[in-house]
């Protein structure tokens, strides 16, 4: 009898608005970031910032779950440790080898170009773990530990894993992001049906945001793109769907 009376939380239109409150959190929160600029340095005013919007953000939807579910905690548990460099390994190959080079042609309009150089691209270990362990964190108990956990007692696992990649892309509002967003939430999406674990999805995420971070801190210039500093594109990328498969392959054998 209990458990008829269980509450599952979120649908599709509640995954919706929880994209659309961190968003506005994100957005609302930026004059906290401009007016800090003016007693700090930009990396450390960006640091507080990223921690209030996002922590402010998984507060109030982590809240809103509690209210409607009873339930406050995610499994941050990983049964079988071989799997953790297979999780580093197909994110990093997913992201330099197929990703980066399809980002990489999409056209950057020249006052967000202008915009990117005239600031530069920070690479001091606080902005490594902002991009690398901060929002990673944030991000995926939010779209993997509530909005697909939510999703995949009420539909398909397709259906929830496309749903909540596609609110993924779309809360870091621009192209890039978007498909980069998309990759890391189909990966990670799988693998948390797969184990219904926060952690592992953490690990693809940490992965993933790191590899692109120690990238451009190689490079240390955007307009050198990321595909075209080591070997042939095509045979590089064919190597990256070759790892990519392997590391999809030996998981699904080792998941339950």
């Not at 640091?47 to 409607?68: A, D, E, P, Q, V």
């Not at 020249?110 to 901060?134: K, M, Y």
């Amino acid at each position: 009898m209990a458990s008829s009376t269980i509450k599952t939380y979120p649908n599709i239109t509640q995954s919706i608005g929880i994209t659309a409150i961190l968003i506005v959190v994100m957005i609302s929160t930026v004059p906290i970031d401009l007016w800090l600029n003016k007693f700090a340095n930009e990396e450390i005013s960006m640091f507080i910032y990223s921690i209030l919007s996002m922590g402010i953000s998984f507060w109030i939807i982590n809240t809103m779950r509690k209210h409607r579910t009873n339930n406050s905690s995610f499994d941050l548990t990983i049964k079988n440790k071989w799997i953790i460099p297979f999780l580093i390994l197909g994110s990093t190959a997913s992201i330099l080898g197929i990703v980066a080079p399809i980002v990489m042609r999409i056209p950057i309009p020249e006052f967000l170009r202008n915009s990117v150089l005239s600031t530069g691209i920070q690479t001091t270990f606080l902005t490594f773990f902002i991009i690398a362990i901060i929002a990673p964190i944030f991000e995926e108990l939010i779209f993997r530990g509530i909005i697909l956990d939510g999703l995949l007692k009420k539909y398909a696992p397709i259906t929830s894993i496309v749903v909540s990649s596609v609110l993924f892309g779309i809360v870091h509002l621009n192209p890039w992001q978007f498909i980069t967003g998309l990759a890391i939430g189909f990966f990670s999406g799988w693998v948390y049906y797969k184990t219904r674990s926060v952690l592992p999805s953490i690990i693809i995420h940490v992965s993933s945001n790191a590899s692109v971070f120690l990238m451009s801190y190689i490079t240390d210039n955007i307009d050198l793109s990321i595909y075209a500093l080591y070997g042939n594109p095509i045979l590089r990328t064919f190597c990256a769907m070759l790892i990519l498969s392997t590391c999809i392959v030996y998981l699904h054998k080792k998941l339950r």
